[in-house]
């Protein structure tokens, strides 16, 4: 047998996306390259890997075992640069990090002064929805993720860092734009533009809305923080967003934030990481920079912190 990391990192890129547009995708690679090294792979092995039922692609029963085996290739091999990096200290190596869509409105900022730090180290960054950042600490594909409160029965470590206000915005011109406060049925009357499922900040709204029996009307789905906001400026509808994304639009007046009682939701950015992960120094150095510089970095308030990360805590060491 004589496969490759190549190969490996390929099919498990496949295996994830249940496609291979999309591992192609996140691997740089054209569709065809993909198929080679999976078809080359289905060679080595003797096995066929992947079956095609309709327009979708499954896993064979050997595909599962070769995926299991691969994981846990790649995974050990990941530890192993930690290690490495970590041996090497803080002045080279490598830190994996993803973010959620949302945190990509202020992770740059912070990434640059770290860097500016730490000049010999690669980064690599990738901005996706939190269906997604879970899926990659699953797998354990990156070192640190940044995203909204993570789920209590996951194998995390984690801890806040920011607040994180949700708003509801609208165009100047928009009738509730000139009320000095709305109640909270009056949005009945509205339609919303929501986050595709998978996002935090979707999620983050449903829960809010369905805790106070407040039924909303939904209008289109919209993949991105960006689409929303220029769709809401276009009066397509209101649009419930992270504060964070809509500073420019707010400052150049080209959407407002509704006094809505109850309103701002207050949502955290947390650093995270899977429980018991050997974090690298790099890695433990970004953490720590994230929760004691970054919220003065950011001119952030972090008055409810102390007591979320407590909480946490009492968390974290109970499960
Ligand atoms: P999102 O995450 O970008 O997936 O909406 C934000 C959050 O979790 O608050």
């Given at each position: 047998m004589n496969i490759t990391l190549r190969q490996l990192r390929v099919f498990a890129a496949v295996t994830r996306h249940r496609s291979f547009t999309r591992a192609a995708e996140e691997l740089c690679l054209t569709q065809p390259a993909v198929s080679m090294q999976v078809k080359q792979l289905e060679s080595q092995l003797d096995a066929a890997l992947f079956e095609q039922l309709g327009r979708k692609i499954f896993l064979t029963e050997m595909g599962k075992e070769v995926y299991q085996y691969s994981r846990n290739i790649l995974q050990q091999l990941d530890e192993l640069q930690g290690v490495l990096s970590s041996m090497k200290g803080l002045d080279k190596g490598r830190l994996k990090i993803s973010v959620a869509s949302t945190a990509n409105y202020f992770i740059p900022a912070l990434l640059a002064g770290f860097c500016q730090r730490h000049p010999k180290i690669t980064v690599s960054l990738d901005v996706t929805n939190r269906e997604t950042l879970l899926n990659q600490l699953a797998d354990n594909e990156v070192d640190l993720v940044v995203m909204g409160q993570p789920p209590k029965d996951a194998d995390l470590g984690y801890e806040p860092f920011l607040e994180n206000p949700l708003v509801i915005v609208a165009p100047p011109?928009?009738?509730?734009?000139?009320?000095k406060k709305i109640p909270l049925?009056?949005?009945?009357q509205e339609i919303f533009l929501v986050r595709e499922p998978g996002s935090g900040t979707r999620i983050a709204m449903e829960r809010f809305f369905s805790q106070r029996g407040v039924h909303i009307t939904t209008g289109m789905e919209v993949g991105s923080n960006e689409a929303i906001k220029q769709s809401v400026q276009a009066g397509l509808g209101l649009g419930l967003l992270s504060r964070d994304t809509v500073e420019m639009e707010l400052t150049l007046g080209r959407l407002v934030i509704l006094p809505v009682s109850?309103?701002?939701?207050m949502r955290h950015w947390y650093v995270v990481h899977r429980q018991g992960k050997r974090l690298s120094a790099i890695a433990t150095a970004f953490k720590d920079y994230l929760i004691v510089e970054g919220p003065a970095l950011l001119g952030k308030s972090t008055q409810e912190l102390p007591r979320l990360a407590e909480k946490n805590r009492k968390l974290n060491s109970s499960t």
């Open positions: 011109e928009h009738p509730l734009a000139k009320k049925n009056a949005l009945t109850d309103f701002p939701i």
